[in-house]
């Protein structure tokens, strides 16, 4: 799993410093200080504490290893990657905490701005890029242990699934896609109020390719990674085939579509909070400020609209196992 450990790092950090680069900022606006090594010795300190050291490590073994444990094991193992996740939160937030209250305590003072906004967006960060890589590991770990669990006499015979359910499955969901977004953007035509005369609202304003690309980019490999990819697929197919499936599958398929779904979740704040960071590199153009905001939250609309259909392909999954 070390080698699964090393793939999601890489992965993370080059989509990372694509976006950087593309928001204008330089790499080394990914980097502050002492801020992520502190974060990942005290993670380790918490672990030690907790008594799940040790089976956090295992994420560190090698594939061989890792299929001579037995299920309590794993199952231990994951327990220490969901403690670790939840202690990356209350670690991130009291430094981000501590270094708003410095940014607001010395507001008059624009030399110690800089230092305590960056530990505030860097802690947020930092937190969603190693949550995003323990995802990953969670996400194949669980796999595992579905598997190890699986009854060898669970099947669900064969169904021929008629064209037009598919076609049907395919235009309903556009149809409501189309009739979520004429709401939404309805609601936000008549809520919000807008007096720049160099931009009017358009729904091709929300058009990024960047954006798309760099959920894409993220996404897929981080997918490959933790060996749901496939699985993920079969998943969407089964949905829109309306298919009876077992109770492994149900668990198989919830796993791969929740391990994308906080994936595309955790990476689109990345991308919103890299956005951010580039902006205060360009603080020069005050005109373009308000557009250079809403450019960099266009990773995090789409993130939260995916990860919202998500929520119902997972429903629709559990559904599907109960008829």
Request: aromatic letters at 12%.
């Amino acid at each position: 799993m070390i080698i699964q450990f090393l793939l999601s790092f890489v992965v993370v950090t080059v989509v990372d410093i694509f976006c950087m680069l593309l928001s204008g900022g330089t790499i080394q606006g990914l980097v502050n200080g002492f801020e992520l090594p502190g974060i990942i010795i005290i993670l380790a300190l918490v672990l030690f504490l907790s008594g799940y050291g040790k089976s956090f490590c295992v994420i560190f073994s090698s594939r061989s290893k890792l299929k001579k444990l037995s299920l309590d094991q794993l199952r231990q193992s994951e327990k220490s990657l969901d403690f670790a996740i939840r202690a990356l939160l209350y670690i991130c937030l009291f430094f981000m905490l501590v270094a708003a209250s410095m940014f607001y305590m010395n507001f008059d003072y624009r030399m110690t701005l800089g230092p305590n906004l960056a530990t505030v967006i860097g802690s947020v960060y930092y937190m969603l890029f190693l949550d995003t890589v323990l995802i990953t590991l969670k996400g194949s770990l669980k796999k595992q242990i579905i598997s190890f669990m699986a009854e060898e006499g669970e099947v669900v015979q064969a169904q021929k699934t008629p064209g037009k359910t598919i076609v049907k499955s395919v235009v309903k969901t556009v149809c409501v896609l189309l009739l979520i977004i004429a709401v939404a953007w309805g609601i936000l035509f008549y809520h919000v109020t807008n007096l720049q005369e160099n931009w009017k609202p358009s729904l091709l304003s929300f058009i990024d390719l960047p954006s798309a690309l760099y959920l894409i980019f993220a996404g897929v490999p981080l997918m490959l990674v933790s060996a749901n990819f496939t699985v993920f697929g079969k998943a969407l197919a089964a949905v829109f085939k309306n298919k009876k499936i077992t109770v492994t599958e149900k668990n198989l398929y919830e796993n791969a579509v929740s391990t994308l779904r906080l994936i595309l979740l955790f990476i689109g704040i990345q991308g919103t909070l890299i956005g951010f960071i580039g902006i205060l590199f360009n603080l020069e153009d005050r005109a373009a400020f308000g557009l250079s905001m809403m450019v960099a939250c266009i990773v995090a609309y789409y993130a939260i609209i995916i990860c919202a259909l998500l929520l119902v392909v997972e429903s629709r999954i559990h559904k599907l196992c109960e008829e």
